[in-house]
Nanobody, 122 residues
Framework: QVQLVESGGGLVQPGGSLRLSCATS??????????MGWYRQAPGKQRELVAS???????AYADSVKGRFTISRDNAKITVYLQMISLKTEDTAVYYC??????????????WGQGTQVTVSS
C-alpha cells in the first residue's frame, strides 16, 4: 500500500513562489514506473489535475498553470515536486499528489494523502 505525504504549502502573496513535495512510502518500483500528478481542489470546486510527469520525465500542464508551475520527480527519493512561481489568488487550493495517466489525464490509483494547503493572498 502506497502512502502519500504532501508538504510545502503555506500562505504567500500574489506573485510569490512555493515548492511542494510529495513523499511516497511503499514499493519504490510502484513509484518508479508510475506517471505522477499534482492535483488541487479549491473550495466548492472539483479536484483537478494541474501537472503530470511520466516515468521517463515527460511533463504536461493544465493551461491555467502552464509557464508558472514545474513538476519534477526524484525516483531515488521516491518523491515528486511542484515548483510554483508567479502565484495567483486563483491558485489557492489544497494540493495533492497521486498517480496520473501516462497521457497526462486524471487517473488517481492510490489513496489520497492529507494534502497541503496553498493560500495566495495579500
Amino acid at each position: 500500500q502506497v502512502q502519500l505525504v504532501e508538504s510545502g504549502g503555506g500562505l504567500v502573496q500574489p506573485g510569490g513562489s512555493l515548492r511542494l513535495s510529495c513523499a511516497t512510502s511503499g514499493s519504490s518500483a510502484n513509484f518508479r514506473f508510475s506517471a505522477m500528478g499534482w492535483y488541487r481542489q479549491a473550495p466548492g470546486k472539483q479536484r483537478e489535475l494541474v501537472a503530470s510527469i511520466t516515468s521517463s520525465g515527460s511533463t504536461a500542464y493544465a493551461d491555467s498553470v502552464k509557464g508558472r508551475f514545474t513538476i519534477s520527480r526524484d525516483n531515488a527519493k521516491i518523491t515528486v515536486y511542484l515548483q510554483m512561481i508567479s502565484l495567483k489568488t486563483e491558485d489557492t487550493a489544497v494540493y495533492y499528489c497521486n498517480t496520473a495517466s501516462p497521457s497526462g489525464s486524471y487517473q488517481p490509483y492510490w489513496s489520497w494523502g492529507q494534502g497541503t494547503q496553498v493560500t495566495v493572498s495579500s
